[in-house]
Nanobody, 123 residues
């Protein structure tokens, strides 16, 4: 089993940057692809980015391509989401999750989820 804890969210002005972290516990972290999703009230969780188990390949949603970057450090059991040029529409709760599929853009392909971290972008 894998436990995930997100951090790094907060309030930022439009055009600013944040880096989210997702710390994982469990021996199998290094064998999982990882993903980031986001969710706003009343909407389904939306795919943001995913990365292979070794960090060799990534996939980003069109809405964040060129602004967000997913990465991971297996020595630290942590996956990151660097978010630049933030916009008000990026405001959401951000979740990390594990998957055995790459690229997996459907939330139903993910197994374990963190509790989420709030990102609020003020315009």
């Amino acid at each position: 089993q894998v436990q995930l804890v997100e951090s790094g969210g907060g309030l930022v002005q439009a055009g600013g940057s944040l880096r989210l972290s997702c710390a994982a516990s469990g021996r199998t972290f290094n064998s999982h692809a990882m993903g980031w999703f986001r969710q706003t009230p009343g909407k389904e969780r939306e795919f943001v980015a995913t990365i292979t188990w070794n960090g060799g390949n990534t996939w980003h949603a069109d809405s964040v391509k060129g602004r967000f970057t997913i990465s991971r450090d297996n020595a630290k059991n942590t996956v990151y989401l660097q978010m630049n040029s933030l916009r008000s529409e990026d405001t959401a709760v951000y979740y990390c999750a594990t998957t055995r599929v790459f690229p997996a853009m459907n939330l139903r392909e993910y197994d374990y989820w963190g509790q989420g971290t709030q990102v609020t972008v003020s315009s």
